[in-house]
């Protein structure tokens, strides 16, 4: 990239709605039949209203592994993607998201060649998925100029 856009200089909120977009339009990413009825952790009460929540989490997922630099476990993701679980009158509690669905994310992303196994455990960015998130990042940024 000769511009030196990266995803770090550019709104988290545009580059996954972009990144997303891209997922789905490449038609490479494998989306499991159950996604449909499924929620994102035991914490919520319903599923989510949008119908490509898979492609939104699996962009967050991307560029959280992308910025984080290191090998990012399931667990880590869980915990980061985690929000209150509401316990009535008692007060809340952190809960972690859906492990099953940050999975099925990861491994479709590696089969994508976006992500690969880090020596040390987890997950790391692989040089093609850093270029293919850069790209993006580079549109979202001449799109912000351009507006």
Known sequence: MSSGITVK?????????????HLKRSG????????????????????????DWFYVRAAAVA?????RGRGVGIGALAKRM???????????????????????IIQGLEKLGILEKHTDGGRKITSAGQRDLDRISVQVARAKVAA
């Open 9 to 21: 200089d550019v709104s988290a909120q545009a580059f996954i709605k972009a990144y997303a977009a």
């Open 82 to 104: 985690g929000d209150a679980k509401r316990r009535g009158s008692r007060p809340n509690h952190h809960a972690d998201a859906s492990t099953n669905s940050l999975r099925k």
């Open 63 to 67: 560029r959280h592994i992308y910025i």
């Open 28 to 51: 490479k990413l494998e989306v499991p039949e159950w996604t449909e009825y499924a929620k994102t952790g035991s914490f919520k009460e319903l599923g989510p209203y949008d119908q």
